[in-house]
């Protein structure tokens, strides 16, 4: 039997994403596209990939990508900068993430 993962809405709510289908911060609605991206990359989730998220934000999206792809590196991208561990230079907050800046 295998091991059971999470689902990426599953995951997406746990770290409160916007692109999951259930947000509870009141700054933004929930987008719900997790279930169609689980759908196209549940095929290749285990395998090594290289994950490049735009707009980084408090990091939300990132830890969620880096729990959903066990095996793949992060990179964030942003022009807003050093406003929390996930967007400053020179600080990962894990060692399959980096953050890259104009």
Known sequence: ???KMDSLDTIAQRFQTDK???FTRTYA???GFTVHYDRIFSPIRLNKLKVLEIGVAGGESIQMWLEYFP???VCGV???QSTNPWNTPGQSPD???WFVHN
């Open 29 to 31: 609605r929930p987008k």
């Open 78 to 80: 942003d022009i807003v």
């Open 71 to 73: 095996n793949a590196q």
């Open 1 to 3: 039997m295998g091991l």
């Open 20 to 22: 999951a289908t259930a």
């Open 95 to 97: 060692p399959r993430y």
